[in-house]
């Protein structure tokens, strides 16, 4: 990474500014997003990822977007915690269409010491097959953290979801706060950060700045953003809401890859809804990262081969490892990282004078 390259991951974000960005002319922006996109990584390349719910539904949480929590009646048929095996085979299916990395999410409030092993058990194992290993199991101790950078886990994905000030109208059950001290837990670990959010809940374009904003501001930029279109869910409290714009879904994405340039922005859930045309223009407004296969976790995601007819359609190829260098990474993220600790130390110093 150039001198150049560093000065521009910028943690200082100011509302106002995302806001601006978000409301450019929409052939500004996108001009703007695809040179910044250029600079970091290259332009016809997408990582690919694959998602596998590992325990489904009954979740204590009350996500209003989510089929899977136990508060609603959704229809879906909850499933205990897969055994290690069952996983295992879905992660070699996974490795022989193309991915690179292999996600694992279960519905869960936090782990339970009680899963935890089988849990590690599958890092593991997903990991011995040379694949990238992602989880999302819901909030995290810093124990827990630890256990599962040590057993090698590469990525822990933890959601925003939409900013602080909506949050409460989405989610009562846990705070912003939590999310944002299961991030810190996940960083302090050394694992890499999946975190985005979801559009098209009835947010606000101030709301969507102040999504990326959190992101955009946080000590080290994810290394992963997904951002969702919100997937009406029939039984949820969302299933009525209106459909978000695809051109605001567009904006967005351009606007976080200009904040987070050297971040992996993921078209995650509501692909399906998506045209061919909305997901080139996405791709072209700095999306490089894909779920691929045909569910994602509870919903349908487009066909696997559909995509690969798409990416021949615009010339993309899967990127084959994460174009970063990792050592330069590495070295902005612990040298950030102490710049953090030797802010908080001097803030607490001075507290205490
Ligand atoms: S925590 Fe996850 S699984 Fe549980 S309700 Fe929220 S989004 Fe759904």
Same mark, same amino acid.
């Given at each position: 990474?150039? &001198?150049?390259? $560093?000065?521009?991951?910028?943690?200082?974000?100011? $509302?106002?500014?995302?806001?601006?960005?978000?409301?450019?002319?929409?052939?500004?922006?996108?001009?703007?997003? @695809?040179?910044?996109?250029?600079?970091?990584?290259?332009?016809?390349? !997408?990582?690919?990822?694959?998602?596998?719910?590992?325990?489904?539904?009954?979740?204590?949480?009350?996500?209003?977007?989510? &089929?899977?929590?136990?508060?609603?009646?959704?229809?879906?048929?909850?499933?205990?915690?897969?055994?290690?095996?069952?996983?295992?085979?879905?992660?070699?299916?996974?490795?022989?269409?193309?991915?690179?990395?292999?996600?694992?999410?279960?519905?869960?409030?936090?782990?339970?010491? $009680? #899963?935890?092993?089988?849990?590690?058990?599958?890092?593991?194992?997903?990991?011995?097959?040379?694949?990238?290993?992602?989880?999302?199991?819901?909030?995290?101790?810093?124990? @827990?953290?630890?256990?599962?950078?040590? %057993?090698?886990?590469?990525?822990?994905?933890?959601?925003?979801?939409?900013?602080?000030?909506?949050?409460?109208?989405?989610?009562?059950?846990?705070?912003?706060?939590?999310?944002?001290?299961?991030?810190?837990?996940?960083?302090?670990?050394?694992?890499?950060?999946?975190?985005?959010?979801?559009?098209?809940?009835?947010?606000?374009?101030?709301?969507?700045?102040?999504?990326? @904003?959190?992101?955009?501001?946080? &000590? !080290? *930029?994810?290394?992963? !953003?997904?951002?969702?279109?919100?997937?009406?869910?029939?039984?949820?409290?969302?299933? *009525?809401?209106?459909?978000?714009?695809?051109?605001?879904?567009?904006?967005?994405?351009?606007?976080?890859?200009?904040?987070?340039?050297?971040?992996?922005?993921?078209?995650?859930?509501?692909?399906?809804?998506?045209?061919?045309?909305?997901? %080139?223009?996405?791709?072209?407004?700095? %999306?490089?990262?894909?779920?691929?296969? +045909?569910?994602?976790?509870?919903?349908?995601?487009?066909?696997?081969?559909?995509?690969?007819?798409?990416? +021949?359609?615009?010339?993309?190829? &899967?990127?084959?490892?994460?174009?970063?260098?990792? #050592?330069?990474?590495?070295?902005?993220?612990?040298?950030?990282?102490?710049?953090?600790?030797? #802010? %908080?130390?001097?803030?607490?110093?001075?507290?205490?004078?």
């Amino acid at each position: 990474m150039s &001198p150049t390259q $560093r000065a521009s991951l910028r943690h200082d974000w100011q $509302r106002d500014e995302i806001q601006t960005l978000l409301e450019r002319p929409f052939n500004d922006l996108l001009f703007q997003a @695809q040179g910044v996109h250029r600079q970091h990584f290259d332009p016809n390349a !997408v990582q690919i990822s694959t998602l596998l719910s590992i325990k489904t539904g009954a979740c204590p949480e009350d996500c209003k977007y989510c &089929p899977q929590s136990g508060h609603y009646n959704t229809g879906l048929q909850r499933e205990k915690l897969l055994q290690l095996e069952a996983v295992l085979e879905e992660a070699r299916k996974a490795k022989a269409v193309g991915a690179s990395r292999f996600c694992m999410g279960a519905a869960w409030k936090h782990p339970s010491a $009680r #899963d935890m092993p089988l849990v590690l058990e599958m890092v593991r194992g997903v990991r011995a097959m040379g694949l990238e290993t992602c989880m999302t199991l819901g909030m995290l101790s810093r124990e @827990q953290a630890e256990q599962l950078g040590e %057993a090698g886990l590469d990525y822990y994905n933890h959601n925003l979801d939409t900013s602080p000030e909506y949050y409460g109208d989405i989610i009562t059950t846990r705070t912003y706060a939590d999310r944002l001290e299961t991030l810190d837990h996940v960083r302090e670990s050394g694992m890499k950060i999946c975190s985005g959010g979801i559009l098209g809940m009835g947010e606000s374009v101030n709301d969507r700045a102040g999504l990326l @904003q959190q992101l955009a501001n946080l &000590p !080290v *930029h994810p290394e992963s !953003v997904p951002i969702n279109m919100l997937i009406r869910i029939q039984g949820t409290p969302l299933e *009525h809401v209106e459909d978000l714009d695809p051109i605001e879904f567009i904006r967005t994405i351009a606007v976080a890859r200009i904040v987070m340039p050297r971040s992996h922005v993921r078209l995650a859930a509501g692909r399906e809804l998506m045209s061919d045309e909305t997901q %080139a223009l996405a791709f072209f407004a700095g %999306a490089n990262s894909i779920f691929y296969g +045909e569910r994602l976790l509870t919903a349908q995601n487009p066909q696997a081969t559909h995509d690969q007819r798409l990416f +021949e359609r615009l010339g993309l190829h &899967p990127e084959t490892r994460e174009d970063i260098d990792d #050592d330069a990474h590495e070295a902005a993220l612990q040298q950030r990282m102490a710049k953090v600790r030797l #802010d %908080a130390m001097v803030t607490d110093a001075t507290a205490r004078a």
